[in-house]
C-alpha cells in the first residue's frame, strides 16, 4: 500500500512558475513509476508527465513538454513537478499516482494509486 499527498498548489499569474510536491509512504517508493495527471473542471483526467523508477527516464503531454519538468528523490520518497510559463489552460487538480509496471505509462489505468489532488489556478 502505498499512500500519497500532494501539496504546492495554489493561484499563480500566466507566465508563473509553481512546484508541485508529492509524498509518498512506506518503504518501497523505488519500485514505482511515478506520474502526474490533471483534470480540469468539466474535462477527462490528462496525462501530464511520468519518470521511472530510477528517474532516468521521463514522458510528457505534448502540451507541457519544455515548460513542465517531473523529478524524484527516492532517498525522501518524493516527485515533483515543476511549472513554468505556466497558462490558464493549465488550470486543474492536479494528481500524482504510482504504477507497479514496468515503463513509462500514461494511461491512469495503469496506476494503481492516487492523492488526494491539489488545486493549480492560472490567471490572465
Known amino acids: 500500500q502505498v499512500q500519497l499527498v500532494e501539496s504546492g498548489g495554489g493561484l499563480v499569474q500566466a507566465g508563473g512558475s509553481l512546484r508541485l510536491s508529492c509524498s509518498a509512504s512506506?518503504?518501497?517508493?523505488?519500485?514505482?513509476?511515478m506520474g502526474w495527471f490533471r483534470q480540469a473542471p468539466g474535462k477527462e483526467r490528462e496525462f501530464v508527465a511520468t519518470?521511472?523508477?530510477?528517474?532516468?527516464?521521463?514522458n510528457y503531454w505534448d502540451s507541457v513538454k519544455g515548460r513542465f519538468t517531473i523529478s524524484r528523490d527516492n532517498a525522501l520518497n518524493m516527485v515533483f513537478l515543476q511549472m513554468s510559463s505556466l497558462k490558464p489552460e493549465d488550470t486543474a487538480v492536479y494528481y500524482c499516482?504510482?504504477?507497479?509496471?514496468?515503463?513509462?505509462?500514461?494511461?491512469?489505468?495503469?496506476?494503481?494509486?492516487w492523492g488526494q489532488g491539489t488545486q493549480v489556478t492560472v490567471s490572465s
Open positions: 512506506g518503504r518501497t517508493f523505488s519500485s514505482y513509476a
Open positions: 519518470i521511472s523508477r530510477d528517474g532516468s527516464s521521463t
Open positions: 499516482a504510482a504504477s507497479r509496471v514496468v515503463g513509462l505509462q500514461q494511461r491512469g489505468l495503469m496506476y494503481d494509486y
